[in-house]
């Protein structure tokens, strides 16, 4: 009876994991002027998550800027913007929360801790360490 009790346990922990609706469901920022896009990407979704939309990394010599545009992403708890050296989230800078599950956002990058490794931008959970979905940046 344990057993089945545990199993059935993990199950709902498995299918539950980043469900809860905590985000905003739309969310728009301005279009940075006077930055260039140096770097793009498209997003995919990872496993059952659905995450879509288009990722620049824009910069003058002053400033940093990620870009999500015409962004889409399933809904779950602690979402947080990485900007990743790989897709496991092993060395990442945290650009904090995911604004909204749809819209275009920017965030801001600290050009002291860039470095041109950083080609991947994540949408993680946090809470339960799951990726819903990731972009390689690429050189335009």
Same mark, same amino acid.
């Given at each position: 009876m344990?057993? =089945?009790?545990?199993?059935f346990a993990?199950?709902?922990l498995?299918?539950t994991g980043?469900?809860?609706? *905590?985000i905003? =469901?739309?969310?728009?920022d301005?279009?940075?002027?006077?930055?260039?896009?140096?770097?793009?990407?498209? +997003?995919?979704g990872?496993?059952?998550?659905?995450?879509?939309?288009?990722?620049?990394?824009?910069?003058?010599? *002053?400033?940093?800027?990620?870009? =999500? %545009?015409?962004f889409?992403?399933?809904?779950?708890?602690?979402?947080?913007?990485?900007?990743?050296k *790989?897709?496991?989230?092993?060395?990442?800078?945290? =650009?904090? %929360?995911l604004?909204?599950l749809?819209?275009? +956002?920017?965030?801001e990058? /600290?050009?002291?801790q860039y *470095?041109? /490794?950083?080609?991947?931008v994540?949408?993680?959970c %946090? /809470? +339960?360490?799951?990726? +819903?979905g990731?972009a390689?940046?690429?050189?335009m």
């Open positions: 344990k057993t =089945l009790l545990y199993a993990l199950l709902c498995a299918t980043c469900k809860k609706d *905590d905003a =469901l739309q969310a728009t301005e279009l940075p002027t006077g930055l260039t896009a140096s770097r793009t990407g498209m +997003f995919q990872a496993g059952r998550y659905m995450v879509s939309g288009k990722v620049s990394l824009l910069q003058n010599t *002053d400033k940093l800027v990620l870009r =999500l %545009e015409n889409s992403s399933s809904s779950g708890p602690d979402l947080k913007v990485y900007l990743s *790989d897709t496991r989230a092993t060395s990442f800078i945290n =650009l904090g %929360e604004k909204a749809n819209g275009n +956002f920017n965030y990058v /600290d050009k002291n *470095d041109s /490794d950083f080609k991947y994540l949408i993680w %946090e /809470d +339960f360490s799951v990726l +819903f990731t390689e940046l690429k050189t």
